[in-house]
């Protein structure tokens, strides 16, 4: 079992920047490929990035390829979300996932979700 908590959203104004954090506890944090993956209101949960088990290797969806890092840390179990140049359409409850092994970018294929963080961009 993993348990995700989400940290770090809140109210932002286009062009600003945010970090998202996610804390991971249970099973071997290093064994676990991580994605983010975020939902706007009266849209479906879509992918936004992932990272391989030993952060050598990232994906991104094009809409945030340039503006969005991911980072983790297996020391501290933790995975990051750095969000720059924000944008009115990236307003989100933005969630953490993990997939045992390799990495998902796909709703079905995740192992465990946090309760995700609300990101609201907006003047």
């Known amino acids: 079992q993993v348990q995700l908590v989400e940290s770090g959203g809140g109210l932002v104004q286009p062009g600003g920047s945010l970090r998202l954090s996610c804390a991971a506890s249970?099973?071997?944090?290093?064994?676990?490929?991580m994605s983010w993956f975020r939902q706007a209101p009266g849209k479906e949960r879509e992918f936004v990035a992932a990272i391989s088990r030993s952060g050598t290797t990232t994906y991104y969806v094009p809409a945030v390829k340039g503006r969005f890092t991911i980072s983790r840390d297996n020391a501290k179990n933790m995975v990051y979300l750095q969000m720059n140049s924000l944008k009115p359409e990236d307003t989100a409850v933005y969630y953490c996932?993990?997939?045992?092994?390799?990495?998902?970018?796909?709703?079905?294929?995740?192992?465990?979700w946090g309760k995700g963080t609300l990101v609201t961009v907006s003047s």
């Open positions: 996932a993990a997939r045992e092994g390799v990495v998902g970018t796909t709703l079905r294929n995740m192992n465990y």
């Open positions: 249970g099973r071997t944090f290093s064994g676990y490929a």
